[in-house]
Nanobody
Framework: QVHLVESGGGSVQTGDSLRLSCAAS????????LGWFRQAPGKEREFVAA????????YYADSVKGRFTISRDNAKNTMYLQIDSLKPEDTAVYYC????????????WGQGTQVTVSS
């Protein structure tokens, strides 16, 4: 069973930065992709970024390119999302998730961490 725990969210001002963490446990992740999603109040959950655990290839939603950076630390089994130049529209609950690299669906999800950006 995969267990994901997000941390690092908080209440910040416009222009600040945050680094979210996702600690993963339960199996070896070499054949998996890990991703970040977010859900703003009243909106659908949306894809933010993903990383291939084995080779580090990264993927981003167009809306976050240039401000968000996804990375992972294999030794710590932890994935990160660096968010720079935060905007009020980045306010959301941020979730990490895991999928097999041959699957289109993310099968495991964390509980989420709240990011609130005030102007």
């Amino acid at each position: 069973q995969v267990h994901l725990v997000e941390s690092g969210g908080g209440s910040v001002q416009t222009g600040d930065s945050l680094r979210l963490s996702c600690a993963a446990s339960g199996r070896t992740f070499s054949r998996y992709h890990l991703g970040w999603f977010r859900q703003a109040p009243g909106k659908e959950r949306e894809f933010v970024a993903a990383i291939s655990w084995s080779d580090g290839n990264t993927y981003y939603a167009d809306s976050v390119k240039g401000r968000f950076t996804i990375s992972r630390d294999n030794a710590k089994n932890t994935m990160y999302l660096q968010i720079d130049s935060l905007k009020p529209e980045d306010t959301a609950v941020y979730y990490c998730a895991v999928r097999d690299r041959f699957s289109a669906s993310y099968a495991y999800w964390g509980q989420g961490t709240q990011v609130t950006v005030s102007s």
